[in-house]
């Protein structure tokens, strides 16, 4: 069992530009959530699908962010015209009921 | 809804030292409790868990935890640390064990010094 696989591990962009992050959770878990952490805000809650389907989208930024699950074995998180302000470590959990595995996280850096 | 406090941003301790971190949590319902630490540029890793039963859970690394309900509190503890425990620690609580949404406290760094 490899874990949660993320990738990137490491992205840069420039300003305006879009960024794709990729999230492979573990086969068989049903549910899969996307969460920011920085420094100032800490570990944020994006969104979470289960059995691919959105539920929970609250944590989103209204703009620029969108997430997708188009199969139950991988997720994207994709962020269109990128800020300076974006710049962070997106992880990425599965779960098969409560408890959420963790991948290693995508640092991105917007420049 | 359910919400998670942890006063303690920092803490500094000795090796060998005892350790507690505190974690309070706010739900009216029957809560399911986890401690996680994350290492330096890793994902968060599940140390220990509390769903039912003995109110005092045990976890990796000799880390326990002690749910007291009437506290609402779900404190983590080990008796003697080592360098290598220097992490962040998260508390964090689910409305349900089938719920999958989990809220996060804001995590304690524990730095322990040689």
């Known amino acids: 069992n490899a874990g949660v696989i993320q990738t990137p591990r490491h992205k840069v962009t420039g300003k305006g530009q879009e960024a794709t992050l990729w999230c492979e959770p573990i086969?068989?878990?049903?549910?899969v959530f996307w969460y920011r952490q920085t420094i100032v805000q800490g570990l944020e809650f994006l969104t979470y699908?289960?059995?691919?389907?959105?539920?929970?989208d609250s944590g989103m930024p209204k703009e620029r962010f969108s997430a997708q699950m188009p199969n139950q074995s991988h997720s994207t998180l994709k962020i269109q015209s990128t800020q300076p302000q974006d710049s962070a470590v997106y992880l990425c959990?599965?779960?098969?009921?409560?408890?959420?595995?963790f991948g290693p996280g995508t640092r991105l850096t917007v420049l | 809804a359910q919400s998670v406090t942890q006063p303690d941003a920092r803490v500094t301790v000795s090796e060998g030292a005892s350790l507690q971190l505190r974690c309070k949590y706010s739900?009216?319902?029957?809560?399911?409790l986890f401690w996680y630490v994350q290492y330096p540029r890793q994902g968060l890793q599940l140390l220990l868990k509390y769903y039912s039963g003995d109110p005092v859970v045990q976890g990796v690394n000799g880390f326990e935890a002690e749910f007291i309900k009437s506290n609402s509190s779900f404190h983590l503890r080990k008796a003697s640390v080592h360098w290598s425990d220097s992490a962040v620690y998260f508390c964090a609580v689910s409305a349900g064990i089938n719920t999958n949404k989990v809220v996060f406290g804001t995590g304690t760094r524990l730095q322990v010094l040689p």
């Open positions: 739900y009216s319902g029957t809560p399911y």
């Open positions: 699908f289960r059995n691919q389907a959105p539920i929970d």
């Open positions: 086969s068989g878990h049903s549910a």
């Open positions: 959990a599965s779960s098969s009921a409560t408890e959420q595995f």
